[in-house]
T-cell receptor, first 116, second 112 residues
Framework: DGGITQSPKYLFRKEGQNVTLSCEQNLNHDAMYWYRQDPGQGLRLIYYSQIVNDFQKGDIAEGYSVSREKKESFPLTVTSAQKNPTAFYLC???????????????FGNGTRLTVT | AQSVTQPDIHITVSEGASLELRCNYSYGATPYLFWYVQSPGQGLQLLLKYFSGDTLVQGIKGFEAEFKRSQSSFNLRKPSVHWSDAAEYFCAVDPNAGKSTFGDGTTLTVKP
């Protein structure tokens, strides 16, 4: 079955360390997204990529970085510059062709990052 | 910029009772509208979507939603709630630019 795989499900890091969250999809979707979810705040967009080797900042990109070297993969690095990194991180993808961007998002099951 | 408001943070209903979750959006034109559901510790799953045409859309698990342009609303309904419907529900708007904006969510508790 096609889907999005996020790993690991739980991640623990010490303050000051960079950490990379994995996101892989086999849906053949062009666009991929990273969202951060905090209690009571819904989902906030960190970065998104509409095509390989290209990505754009979302609403809360500071302290994060991404790469998109392959269509299937969109890893997110949480750097030591992110002031409050403890959160639930969700990766998503969507089909953008041939119908455009009106297709829904497909989500992975998330990674819960705890930084102490 | 678009925005989405879900006025109810938490709703409790009895099993078998009807349900309505409210969603209001702000956007200059008619956007693409979605409802997603999230179980604890999981990702989001699409319930239904509205693009154009019939303003009453049917989704999975017996849910439906009605688009009302005059009220900028897209409320989610279910005639009879089951205990397995307990979850968090998110309304989202996408203005066809690839960037969905989500409401803050409504947590549904189902009483036996």
């Amino acid at each position: 079955d096609g889907g999005i795989t996020q790993s690991p499900k739980y991640l623990f890091r010490k303050e000051g360390q960079n950490v990379t969250l994995s996101c892989e999809q086999n849906l053949n979707h062009d666009a991929m997204y990273w969202y951060r979810q905090d209690p009571g705040q819904g989902l906030r967009l960190i970065y998104y990529s509409q095509i390989v080797n290209d990505f754009q900042k979302g609403d809360i990109a500071e302290g994060y970085s991404v790469s998109r070297e392959k269509k299937e993969s969109f890893p997110l690095t949480v750097t030591s510059a992110q002031k409050n990194p403890t959160a639930f991180y969700l990766c998503a993808s969507k089909m953008t062709r041939p119908g455009g961007y009106n297709s829904p998002l497909h989500f992975g099951n998330g990674t819960r990052l705890t930084v102490t | 910029a678009q925005s989405v408001t879900q006025p109810d943070i938490h709703i409790t209903v009895s099993e078998g009772a009807s349900l309505e979750l409210r969603c209001n959006y702000s956007y200059g034109a008619t956007p693409y509208l979605f409802w997603y559901v999230q179980s604890p510790g999981q990702g989001l799953q699409l319930l239904l979507k509205y693009f154009s045409g019939d303003t009453l859309v049917q989704g999975i698990k017996g849910f439906e939603a009605e688009f009302k342009r005059s009220q900028s609303s897209f409320n989610l309904r279910k005639p009879s709630v089951h205990w397995s419907d307990a979850a968090e529900y998110f309304c989202a708007v996408d203005p066809n630019a690839g960037k969905s904006t989500f409401g803050d969510g409504t947590t549904l508790t189902v009483k036996p």
